[in-house]
């Protein structure tokens, strides 16, 4: 089962900045914290990652609390094209199967005009 | 970097033929596969996972003789569904994973078995 929860879904107004929420609240000291979308009809897109620090590059910013116990996924400037499921997902940097990525439900941000 | 191409993108065949679907790893090496599967409306859910040269591990109420997965090389893996049926439609979506354990996503294949 997943370990995250995420509220089902969000609304955002083009240009303005689209902040998804994440509880993680079981996380253990060595599991990051990883951000997927997926538009439909497509495979899910890498977005962002972190262990604690906050992490920013150029589709997006990762704040994550000082108790890891959750994290916010920061879009500065929503497009439409930003409109997806977005999947807050924690994760062991293990190979095999332990290392798999385990999907919930999601987030869907609706991007709106 | 990191481009992962999955082919056939959509295929159709009739009840109790066999499709096979590739997944290319274009400019990194993948040293684990994963296969996941999405039905309309719920999130994917891991079906297998292979390393190369190895058998695959599959995930509990998958069949590994109707599910066959071939992890011949760093580049290329092949999931064959066999004998499918009109319930094994669905969204197929290879995940190759890196020694860094940096993993990414085919662009999924839909299948729909008449």
């Known amino acids: 089962d997943a370990k995250t929860t995420q509220p089902p879904s969000m609304d955002c107004a083009e240009g303005r900045a689209a902040n998804l929420p994440c509880n993680h609240s079981t996380i253990s000291g060595n599991e990051y914290v990883y951000w997927y979308r997926q538009i439909h009809s497509q495979g899910p897109q890498y977005i962002i990652h972190?262990?604690?620090n906050n992490e920013t590059n150029e589709m997006a910013s990762l704040i994550i609390t000082e108790d890891r116990k959750s994290s916010t996924l920061i879009l500065p400037h929503a497009t439409l094209r930003d409109t997806a499921v977005y999947y807050c997902?924690?994760?062991?940097?293990?190979?095999?199967?332990?290392?798999?990525?385990?999907f919930g439900k999601g987030t869907k941000l609706s991007v709106k005009p | 970097g990191a481009v992962v191409s999955q082919h056939p993108s959509w295929v159709i065949c009739k009840s109790g033929t066999s499709v096979k679907i590739e997944c290319r790893s274009l400019d990194f090496q993948a040293t684990t596969m994963f296969w996941y599967r999405q039905f309309p409306k719920q999130s994917l859910m891991l079906m297998a996972t292979s390393n190369e040269g190895s058998k695959a591990t599959y995930e509990q109420g998958v069949e590994k003789d109707k599910f066959l997965i071939n992890h011949a090389s760093l580049t290329l893996s092949t999931l064959t569904v066999t004998s499918a049926h009109p319930e094994d439609s669905s969204f197929y979506i290879c995940?190759?994973?890196?020694?860094?354990?940096?993993?990414?996503f085919g662009p999924g294949t839909r299948l729909t078995v008449t």
């Open positions: 972190g262990l604690k």
């Open positions: 997902i924690v994760r062991q940097n293990y190979g095999g199967s332990q290392g798999n990525l385990i």
């Open positions: 995940s190759p994973q890196t020694s860094r354990y940096e993993q990414y």
